[in-house]
């Protein structure tokens, strides 16, 4: 079963098994949970069922689950759940200088971590700004580029956005 690109969380990817299953003509034999005491991932088999997370692109690691096929009617994840891998959303200049990340020099003007779900418009208002030196006599031209905490190239998915930079004269 492929789950759809997209940003779910896992009771979205629970309602997409059950859809599916549903579609196939199955009953409700496997459902997905949270322990959220734990942060892992619950797996509940019924009749019989299994699940096989050893599939290259398998969503086994994002659920915590190791690279095998389960059978036992309860299952919990051997490791914390992994749905969520941004942790800071950096806005890349290629004109700046003078910033760093983890004490290496970087293009980044600005770092956040979104305050809203995914799939909800982010609006991100910088405050204490802090300028840094552009390395051009003249702006012809730059390049910006949004990317996660490891300078992953975000996918906005088509979506449009708008960034605005304050520049002044020191």
Do not use: W
């Amino acid at each position: 079963m492929l789950i759809p690109e997209g940003s779910y969380d896992i009771e979205h990817i629970n309602d997409f098994i059950q859809e599916k299953m549903k579609q196939n003509g199955h009953g409700h034999n496997i459902t997905l949970l949270a322990n959220t005491n734990t942060l892992k991932a619950v797996l509940i088999l019924e009749n019989g069922y299994q699940v096989d997370f050893r599939p290259l692109h398998s969503v086994c690691s994002v659920l915590g689950f190791n690279n095998k096929v389960y059978t036992d009617e309860y299952q919990e994840s051997e490791n914390p759940v992994n749905i969520l891998s941004i942790n800071s959303i950096l806005v890349n200049i290629d004109i700046i200088s003078g910033s760093y990340i983890n004490g290496q020099r970087n293009t980044t003007i600005y770092s956040f971590f979104p305050g809203v779900s995914p799939g909800f418009k982010i609006i991100e208002t910088p405050t204490n700004l802090v300028y840094l030196l552009i390395t051009l006599d003249c702006i012809y031209s730059m390049q910006t580029t949004l990317t996660d905490q490891n300078g992953n190239l975000l996918n906005l998915r088509g979506e449009n956005i708008t960034i605005r930079f304050h520049v002044r004269e020191i």
